[in-house]
C-alpha cells in the first residue's frame, strides 16, 4: 500500500522535470497500460481472451468524435462512447458466450467483429469513410483539448488509477473470485451453480466500457481518427501484449507490461531509427520481443513476485 | 546461455533508455545549426514514399549547406532530426514530440494525412512551425486556419506546399476537358476506380467533386464508381464490372500494389478503351513499377504533382537522386520533400530571428519563392489557409517505358498520345 | 496456402502471426531465384519449401521449445516478435517496393466462351491440389504422419508411448513453414508483395482455416474455395470495397454454428 502511494506521487510529481518528448512517453505508457487493464478484466481475470479490443476504442473514439461534431463536448462524448462499446462487448461477448466459444474460437470471433467495424468504417461516408475524421485543434480544455501536454499526462495517469481501481475492486469481490473460477474450470463452475454466462458477460461490459473511454483520449491527443489505426488488428495487439508480458490476470501486470513494452519500442527507435538502414530499429524491437518473452515466459509480474518471496524467506 | 544474454540486452537497452528520456533540451543559444524534424512513414506499408520523402529531404539539406548554409545567419548549417512514424497514426505525434525535444525549431512531414494532423497539435502546442511537404487532406491546414480565425489559437504554425484534395480534383477535372478537347472526342462512359484508403478516398471525393462543379461535356458514371479494399489480392471480378459498363476510358486511383494486379488484369480482360487516365495516383510512373508492368502501363496517363524537367537543375537532382536511391524517378514524394527543405532555407533566410517562432512564422507568410524544382504554376507562396494555390499537378504519360509529362502545354515535353494506339 | 496453416495450427495449436510473414520470405526468395537465377517460381517453389522448412524447424526449436510450458498467450508475443524481425529484415534486404515475379505463365489468359481463364491462377490452383493430396498422404499413411496427428491429438498420450514430441514438434513446425514457402513461390507471380504483405495474409489465412475447419486438409481447402466465392459474389453484388466484410461475416456465422469449421472434428 505504501509503495503504491509512493508510485504514484512520484508519478504526479514527475511532469515538472520530465523534457516533453518524456512526457509523450509517459502519457503512451499509462494510456496502453488503462487499456491493456481494461482487457484484463475480461481477458486476463476471465480468461477470455479477446484479439478485438481495439473495436471497443474505436467505437468509443468515433461516438466521441462525430458527438463533437454536432456541438456536444467530448467529455459527456467521452461517456457515451464507453456506452456504445458497452454496447457493442454485450452483443459480442452474449453470441460468443451462449454459443460457448472458447480459447482461439473467441479469439478469432473478437477478430471478426472488430474487422467488420473496420470495414464498416472505411466504407460509410456519414463516419467519414477511409478518410476518416479530423479534429480540430483548439487546445481548449472544454473540448478535451489542452495547450500543455502535461494535461493529457495526468488525464492518462487518472486513467490508468481509474482501471486499476477498478480491477481491484473486482478482485476483492465475489465478482472477481467467481471470474478466476471461470478462467481455471468453467465446467466445474457451472456444475456449482455460478451463473458462468451473467458473469462473463459482466466482465465484457466493464472492459468494453473501459476500452470506449479511452477512444475519446486516442481521439482527441492524436486529433485523427483513421479506420485501419483504431479499429485495426495492430491496436489489438499493442493492448493485448501488454498484460501478456507483464502477467495476465494480475493487477499489476498490464501496467508493468507498458512500463515495458513502450520504452523498448522507444528506445530502439530513437537509437537505431536514424541509420540508413531502415527498418533496423524494428528489428531490434523484434528482437528484444523474443528476448523478454524467453527471459520472462510466465510474466514479469509473477517473476518479479518469485523474486521478492523468495528474498523475504532467504 | 540465452537468459542470461538476453538479460545482458535487456539492462543495457533499459540504462540507454533512461538516458535518452532524462536528455534535457538543447540550449537554443549556443546552437551553430538549425535543427529541423523531418518525420516521414520510413517503416510499414508507406515505407516507399516515406524513405523517399527522408533522402529528398536529405539531398536538400546537404545542397543548402554546401551553398553555404543560411548566410544571412552567418552561414548556420541545417541539421536534420530524422522522425519514424512507422506508418502508424499515433506515431506522428510521438515523432514530432521527439524531435522537438531533440531540438528541432521547425518540422516538416509527412505524407500520410492522418498522422500530418498529430502532427498539427504538436505544432500548436509547442509553437513550431510545420511545414507539410506532402499529405492531400484539406482539413489539415483549413482547420488550423478556423481556429485561429474564432480566436481558439492566436498564431497558425502550419502551412503546406502540396496541392490540397480538392485542389488534385479541380487540375485534374481541366486537364480531362483540356486533353479530350484537343484529341477532338467526348468520352461519355469515364469509369472512376479507386483504392478504398485514406489516400483513394480523398482523391475521389475531390475529383468527383470538381466534376460535379465543372460540368463538363464528357460525362463520368456516377453511379458505377468502383472501390476496392487495399492492398486487393484480386481485382478480376471488379475489371469485369467495369467491362460490362462498356467503358471509354478507366480512371483508376491506384497504390503501387494494385496497380501491379490493375493494369495486367485490364489487359487479360482485353478492354475496348480509349485510354486509362487517372486523377492522381502513384503506381504508374515509378521506376519499379514499369519494370514490372511494361506493356501494360504503356501510354497510362496520370495527373500527379511533377518535377519540371524543363529546368535543368531539377535533370541535375534527378540523376544524384538515382545513383542514390538505386535507380528511381525523383518523383511526386522526393521533389516536394526537397523543394520543403528549400523553402525553410529561404524562410530562414528572411526571418528577424532564428530563434523566435512567430518570426519564423512571418517569414513564411510573406514567401515568394520561385526556385522550386517542381512544376508550379507561380511563385510559391501561402494563402490565408496555409496552402500554396500555386502547387499544381502535371498530366504525365508513360511514353517508351519512361514517364513524360505531356499536359498542360507549357510543362509539355511531348505530345500526349490519346486515344492509345489498339493493340 | 491455407493448407500450411492448417497443419502448424492443428499440431502445434499455435496462434502463428509470423505465418503470413514466413509467406512473405517465401515470395522473396522466388523473386531472387527468378531475378538471379532465372528460376521459374512454378519451378523454384520446392526450393522455397525446403528454405523455410529450415527456417520453421530453427524457430521451434530455439524459440518456441523453451517456452513450451509457459501459459499458451506467451507463443503469440514470441511470434509477433519474430514477425517483426521477419518483416524488417525483408525491408531492409529487399526495399519497401511492392515486387512481382514475371513468369511467362502469368501473361496468359485463355477466353472460354464469356469467361477469361487465367493460365497462372489454374496452375497454382493445380499444385495447391497436388500438395493438399501429398500432405493427406503423409499424414495418414505414414508413421511419422501418424504420430504428428497423434501428438496434435494428445500430447500426453504421445508422450506415453514414448514418442519424441520435440522431434515430432519440430517436424511439423517445418512442414507447416515449407507449405507457407510454396504457397509463397506460387502465389508469387499473381499477387504482389511488400514486406508489410504478411499481416494480411496472416488473417486470411486463419480466415479460411477456421471457416474450412480446423485441423483438416480437406476443410482449408474448400474454406479457401468458399471465402473467394464469397468475395466474389459481394463484389458484384454490392460494392466491391465492401466484399471483405462477406467473408468475415461468413466466419462469424460459421464460428457460431459450426465452430470446428465446416469440415472440423467437433471437439468438446
Not at chain 2, 8 to 16: H, P, Q, S, Y
Not at chain 3, 191 to 198: E, K, M
Not at chain 3, 241 to 260: G, M, N, T, Y
Request: net charge positive; aromatic share 10%; hydrophobic share 50%.
Amino acid at each position: 500500500m505504501w509503495a503504491a502511494a509512493l508510485a504514484v506521487a512520484v508519478l504526479l510529481a514527475l511532469p515538472a522535470v520530465l523534457s516533453g518528448y518524456a512526457v509523450t512517453i509517459f502519457i503512451l505508457i499509462f494510456f496502453y497500460a488503462f487499456l491493456a487493464q481494461a482487457w484484463n478484466v475480461v481477458g486476463g481475470y476471465a480468461g477470455q481472451l479477446s484479439a478485438g479490443h481495439a473495436a471497443f476504442v474505436g467505437v468509443g473514439g468515433y461516438t466521441a468524435a462525430l458527438l463533437f461534431e454536432r456541438g456536444v463536448t467530448p467529455w459527456i462524448g467521452m461517456f457515451a462512447g464507453g456506452a456504445l462499446a458497452a454496447v457493442l462487448g454485450a452483443i459480442i461477448g452474449y453470441l460468443g458466450f451462449r454459443f460457448g466459444l472458447r480459447g482461439f474460437y473467441f479469439v478469432l470471433l473478437t477478430v471478426a467483429f472488430a474487422e467488420i467495424c473496420r470495414i464498416l468504417a472505411s466504407n460509410v461516408e456519414a463516419v467519414g469513410g477511409a478518410v476518416g475524421l479530423y479534429i480540430t485543434f483548439t487546445g481548449n480544455p472544454r473540448q478535451f483539448q489542452f495547450q500543455d501536454q502535461r494535461a493529457y499526462y495526468y488525464i492518462a495517469l487518472a486513467l490508468m488509477l481509474l482501471a486499476t481501481g477498478v480491477t481491484a475492486l473486482i478482485e476483492r469481490r465475489r465478482f472477481g473470485i467467481y471470474l478466476t473460477a471461470i478462467r481455471e474450470d468453467e465446467t466445474a463452475c457451472e456444475a456449482l451453480g455460478v451463473d458462468v454466462l451473467k458473469y462473463k458477460l459482466l466482465a465484457m461490459i466493464v472492459s468494453s466500457f473501459l476500452a470506449g473511454l479511452g477512444g475519446t483520449f486516442y481521439a482527441f491527443q492524436n486529433f485523427s481518427l483513421q479506420p485501419g489505426a483504431v479499429f485495426g488488428i495492430p491496436l489489438s495487439v499493442e493492448i493485448v501484449i501488454r498484460p501478456i508480458i507483464g502477467g495476465a490476470g494480475t493487477l499489476l501486470g498490464p501496467i508493468l507490461g507498458s512500463f515495458i513494452l513502450t520504452p523498448l519500442g522507444e528506445v530502439s527507435r530513437s537509437y537505431f531509427g536514424q541509420s540508413g538502414l531502415h527498418g533496423a530499429h524494428l528489428i531490434v524491437y523484434g528482437v528484444l520481443l523474443v528476448a523478454v518473452v524467453l527471459f520472462l515466459p510466465q510474466g514479469a509480474y509473477p517473476y518479479l513476485r518469485k523474486l521478492l518471496s523468495r528474498r523475504n524467506i532467504a | 546461455m540465452t537468459s542470461r544474454l538476453s538479460r545482458r540486452t535487456f539492462l543495457k537497452t533499459a540504462v540507454a533508455g533512461a538516458a535518452v528520456v532524462t536528455t534535457p533540451v538543447t540550449l537554443r543559444a549556443q546552437a551553430k545549426t538549425f535543427k529541423l524534424g523531418a518525420v516521414h512513414p520510413v517503416t510499414g506499408p508507406l515505407a516507399e514514399p516515406g524513405q523517399a520523402c527522408r533522402l529528398g529531404a536529405q539531398m536538400a539539406v546537404e545542397a543548402v549547406n554546401a551553398a553555404g548554409g543560411i548566410k544571412s545567419k552567418g552561414g548556420v548549417k541545417l541539421e536534420l532530426v530524422l522522425g519514424d512514424t512507422q506508418t502508424k497514426t499515433e506515431n506522428g505525434r510521438v515523432e514530432a514530440e521527439r524531435v522537438v525535444t531533440q531540438g528541432a525549431r521547425m518540422l516538416m512531414g509527412s505524407f500520410d494525412s492522418g498522422t500530418t494532423n498529430g502532427m498539427v497539435s504538436v505544432a500548436q502546442q509547442r509553437r513550431v512551425p510545420f511545414l507539410v511537404d506532402i499529405a492531400a487532406a484539406d482539413q489539415i491546414t483549413a482547420n488550423v486556419a478556423k481556429s485561429v480565425a474564432e480566436g481558439q489559437q492566436k498564431v497558425q504554425y502550419v502551412y503546406r506546399n502540396f496541392p490540397t484534395g480538392s485542389s488534385f480534383g479541380r487540375k485534374a477535372v481541366q486537364y480531362f476537358g483540356e486533353i479530350f478537347a484537343e484529341a477532338k472526342v467526348t468520352p461519355k462512359r469515364v469509369v472512376l476506380m479507386y483504392c478504398n484508403d485514406l489516400f483513394g478516398q480523398t482523391q475521389s471525393r475531390g475529383f468527383l467533386a470538381a466534376y460535379k462543379a465543372a460540368k463538363p461535356a464528357w460525362t463520368v458514371l456516377e453511379d458505377d464508381v468502383i472501390a476496392w479494399p487495399e492492398p486487393p489480392s484480386d481485382l478480376s471480378t471488379e475489371v469485369s464490372r467495369v467491362k460490362s459498363l462498356k467503358p471509354d476510358v478507366i480512371s483508376p486511383i491506384t497504390r503501387p500494389a494494385s496497380a501491379q494486379i490493375l493494369l495486367p488484369e485490364i489487359r487479360k480482360q482485353r478492354l475496348d478503351i480509349l485510354g486509362i487516365v487517372g486523377p492522381g495516383s502513384p503506381g504508374f510512373y515509378e521506376a519499379g513499377q514499369i519494370a514490372i508492368l511494361k506493356d501494360d502501363v504503356e501510354y497510362a496517363m496520370v495527373s500527379n504533382p511533377w518535377a519540371n524537367f524543363k529546368n535543368p537543375r531539377t535533370i541535375q537532382v534527378a540523376e544524384e537522386y538515382k545513383k542514390r536511391s538505386n535507380g528511381k524517378t525523383f518523383d511526386t514524394n522526393s521533389g516536394y520533400s526537397y523543394d520543403a527543405v528549400h523553402v525553410i532555407a529561404d524562410v530562414l533566410e528572411r526571418t528577424a530571428s532564428l530563434d523566435d517562432p512567430d518570426a519564423i512564422v512571418d517569414a513564411i507568410k510573406k514567401t515568394s519563392f520561385s526556385s522550386g524544382l517542381m512544376q508550379y504554376a507561380g511563385p510559391i507562396h501561402f494563402n490565408e489557409l496555409g496552402d500554396n494555390p500555386n502547387a499544381v499537378t502535371t498530366m504525365t504519360q508513360i511514353l517508351g517505358q519512361k514517364p513524360v509529362a505531356v499536359w498542360p502545354r507549357e510543362a509539355a515535353l511531348q505530345k500526349f498520345v490519346f486515344p492509345r494506339p489498339k493493340a | 496456402m491455407a493448407v500450411g496453416l492448417t497443419l502448424i495450427f492443428g499440431v502445434m495449436r499455435v496462434v502463428n502471426f509470423a505465418h503470413g510473414d514466413m509467406m512473405v520470405w517465401g515470395m522473396y526468395l522466388a523473386f531472387v531465384l527468378a531475378t538471379r537465377a532465372g528460376l521459374d517460381p512454378y519451378l523454384a517453389f520446392p526450393v522455397c519449401a525446403v528454405a523455410l522448412f529450415a527456417l520453421g524447424v530453427v524457430v521451434q526449436r530455439g524459440l518456441v521449445d523453451p517456452i513450451i510450458e509457459a501459459p499458451h498467450e506467451m507463443q503469440i508475443l514470441l511470434m509477433l516478435g519474430v514477425a517483426l524481425v521477419l518483416e524488417n529484415t525483408a525491408l531492409l534486404i529487399f526495399g519497401p517496393e511492392p515486387a512481382r515475379v514475371r513468369s511467362p505463365l502469368a501473361r496468359l489468359a485463355w477466353e472460354v466462351g464469356p469467361l477469361y481463364v487465367d493460365v497462372a491462377r489454374l496452375v497454382t490452383f493445380a499444385v495447391a491440389v497436388v500438395l493438399t493430396l501429398a500432405l493427406s498422404l503423409f499424414l495418414y499413411r505414414t508413421d511419422l504422419g501418424r504420430l504428428i496427428r497423434a501428438s496434435a491429438d494428445n500430447h500426453y498420450g504421445a508422450l506415453v508411448i514414448g514418442a519424441d514430441v520435440r522431434r515430432i514438434y519440430a517436424t511439423a513446425f517445418g512442414i507447416g513453414a515449407a507449405c507457407v514457402g510454396a504457397a509463397g513461390a506460387l502465389v508469387s507471380p499473381i499477387l504482389p508483395f511488400q514486406p508489410p504483405t504478411g499481416l494480411s495474409l496472416s488473417v486470411t489465412s486463419f480466415n479460411i482455416v477456421i471457416i474450412g475447419g480446423m485441423g483438416s486438409l480437406v476443410g482449408a481447402f474448400i474454406g479457401g474455395l468458399l471465402v473467394s466465392v464469397a468475395e466474389s459474389l459481394g463484389a458484384v453484388f454490392l460494392r466491391p470495397s465492401l466484399k471483405e466484410l462477406f467473408s468475415f461475416s461468413l466466419l462469424i456465422v460459421i464460428l457460431l454454428f459450426r465452430p470446428a469449421g465446416l469440415f472440423g472434428k467437433r471437439t468438446p
